[in-house]
């Protein structure tokens, strides 16, 4: 089995019966032996370890995100998932483009039931 630098692996096998491989010394340019007729070439980088520790990191326990108040907004208000179904409806028949939804939004007769995390976008 060859070994070429950078943790590369490269092998070849050549076959010695229907269905039956043999594997060989030989490096990538090489030719096969004679009388064979087929070959397997299999070639990759060596797998590392499943288990490697990295001393130099750190884990938070507690993922910090940063949150512009939209995040999870359909849940909190009903009347966001409304405005985006109008919206989308005019978005599928090509009337509005996407770049607009916050002024579509900001004027849609639902405005006023939307959580006052809208005034802050912009």
Do not use: C
Request: glycine share 10%; proline share 6%.
């Amino acid at each position: 089995m060859g070994k070429p630098a950078n943790g590369e692996v490269f092998e070849r096998l050549e076959e010695v019966g229907p269905g039956t491989y043999r594997l060989t010394q030989k490096d990538e340019y090489e030719g096969p032996s004679e009388g064979v007729t087929s070959e397997i070439i299999r070639f990759g980088k060596q797998h590392l370890p499943e288990d490697i520790r990295l001393r130099a990191l750190r884990l938070r326990n507690k993922p910090q995100y940063h949150y512009n108040g939209t995040l999870a907004g359909p849940q909190r208000d009903p009347a966001w998932l409304e405005i985006v179904d109008d919206f989308s409806g005019l978005l599928e028949k090509k009337f509005v483009k996407l770049t607009r939804i916050l002024d579509y939004a900001k004027n849609h007769a639902l405005r006023d039931r939307v959580g006052s995390w809208i005034n802050r976008v912009d």
